[in-house]
């Protein structure tokens, strides 16, 4: 997989197609607007190539918005080349293990694009059961049970 690290503009940088997790201006917002002013970003955002140029925000919503309130016009990024499958695992994998506040409604969204894209990859055969073993895979992925799952992805039907 090749891998560059560099800073892009903020201008270049787009959301994730239909991305589950809201960017709030929050407390926690402005907590990490300071981090980000006072020692820059941490860790940088994950980014794919755009089609129709620019790039896509795999992982990082937080920490672009943050050196956008920061009055920075730059942010520091992986660019990695992947499939759709490949970003949404990585965009849900990231924000389920790292935001500390998520809205149940969020986590329901991103737990079933992980559903969808598991059974995507392992849709061989039987459907029954490569909707059982998808459940199980994002079951041990997120800690969860398979009944905790099944409940999260009944909320995405309310």
């Known amino acids: 997989m090749k891998e560059e690290v560099v800073y892009l503009n903020l201008s270049d940088l787009h959301p994730f197609k239909d991305h589950p ?4 201006d929050d407390a926690e917002m402005q907590g990490l607007v300071e981090s980000v002013r006072s020692g820059g970003v941490n860790q940088p955002g994950l980014v794919r190539h755009r089609e129709g140029g ?35 695992l990585a965009m849900t994998d990231d924000n389920l293990r790292h935001r500390e506040k998520i809205l149940p409604g969020e986590k329901a969204a991103a737990l079933q694009q992980q559903y969808e894209v598991i059974k995507h990859q392992g849709a061989r055969g039987d459907d029954d059961e490569a909707g059982k073993l998808s459940l199980q895979s994002v079951g041990q992925t ?17």
């Open 54 to 88: 620019g790039y896509e925000i795999i992982a990082g919503h937080r920490r672009q918005r943050a050196n956008e309130l920061a009055g920075f016009g730059n942010m520091l990024c992986i660019i990695r080349e992947m499939t759709d499958d490949q970003a949404v």
């Open 21 to 24: 997790f809201g960017v709030r």
């Open 142 to 158: 997120n800690g969860m049970s398979v009944k905790t799952v099944q409940q999260y992805l009944r909320l995405n039907d309310l």
